[in-house]
């Protein structure tokens, strides 16, 4: 779906070359009817309009817009807001459009210039709408961000250079700020979670000998990662069986020996959680009949397995290269 598509606004059709306002909201990270309201009530609206109808925000007007970002983030009212923004003119070094040779440099480290104070580092012009919307608590914003990142650039692609900066970025913030912002990464992982569902296809039937088992290690509750890797098996048609957090065990043990499966993949965020033992244990279970028995292909995930991992295991370093593993084997 375009999001400029949505309340039927003639005024956002593109003429020429400027920014739409579906475009502008998606870099700002704000719902398209906030532009429009602050267009409409603190006439903080495009400086030039075709035949008086069609919205054309220049990098000058998304300069203001972004400095009214900044301010509302801090918890100043939106009338005050832009009764400074209008004061003050545009600051200093517009923004550049998207998709100029300029807009495609890395971002420099430090504050972004919405005011988040989000060390976003490289990561692509997207994540920092991200962050806005996330540091605002903007549920509707962030939605239509993540979907229109994942639409845009594949889920495997919108995972590793949009979502995981932007969730990097705000653990770092609230570890730096006396665990201020806890709410506001507790309410983007919550969000990425529901982004992920939606997108996914409906589960995939199983087959024999090609499904795959995934479960967090006991003690560990990141499933955010996992819940990933099971949207991208299942967009490739591959089966998969997700456990979740904590899983015991037995209960781990109990899930491959009931399932069979081509491939387990067993996500620690932590090296206290993670157990080399545990994954030999699951990748010497066997199955089938006799003359014929299989064993699953073990695939430790996630970065508390480093400096833990079995030769004879498989550890991907990524999304990307996790998909690639799965697929070989359910593959072979």
Not at 129 to 151: K, N
Request: glycine share 12%; with cysteine.
């Amino acid at each position: 779906m375009n999001p400029e598509s949505e309340g039927g606004d003639p005024a956002d059709t593109r003429p020429g070359g400027a920014l739409t306002t579906g475009e502008v909201a998606r870099r700002l990270g704000v719902a398209p009817t906030t532009i429009r309201s602050w267009d409409r009530r603190y006439g903080l609206g495009p400086t030039v309009r075709t035949g008086g109808r069609h919205r054309r925000w220049t990098d000058l007007d998304v300069a203001r817009l972004e400095r009214m970002c900044a301010l509302t983030a801090t918890g100043l009212p939106p009338a005050e807001a832009a009764r400074l923004v209008l004061d003050e003119g545009v600051p200093d070094g517009p923004p550049l459009r998207s998709g100029t040779a300029a807009s495609r440099r890395p971002v420099a480290r430090g504050r972004s210039r919405a005011g988040t104070g989000l060390r976003l580092g490289d990561a692509r012009q997207e994540c920092k709408g991200v962050a806005r919307a996330a540091l605002r608590l903007d549920g509707a914003a962030l939605d239509d961000l993540l979907r229109a990142a994942i639409e845009e650039h594949g889920l495997v692609a919108a995972w590793t250079e949009v979502i995981t900066p932007t969730l990097q970025a705000v653990g770092r913030k609230w570890e730096s700020s006396g665990e201020r912002y806890v709410e506001v990464e507790h309410f983007l992982s919550w969000h990425v979670s529901g982004a992920l569902r939606r997108h996914a296809p409906p589960g995939v039937a199983d087959r024999p000998g090609a499904t795959t088992v995934l479960a967090c290690v006991p003690a560990e509750n990141h499933t955010l990662p996992l819940e990933v890797l099971a949207a991208a098996l299942a967009e490739r048609g591959l089966p998969v069986r997700m456990f979740g957090g904590a899983l015991p065990v037995e209960s781990l043990v109990a899930a491959v020996g009931r399932t069979g499966p081509a491939a387990v993949g067993l996500w620690a965020q932590s090296r206290n959680t993670a157990s080399r033992p545990l994954a030999q244990y699951v990748a010497a279970m066997e199955w089938g009949v006799r003359g014929a028995r299989r064993k699953p292909v073990v695939l430790m995930l996630g970065p508390g397995w480093a400096g833990r991992t079995a030769p004879e295991l498989p550890h991907p370093p990524g999304l990307a290269e996790a998909v690639m593993t799965v697929e070989s084997v359910v593959l072979r």
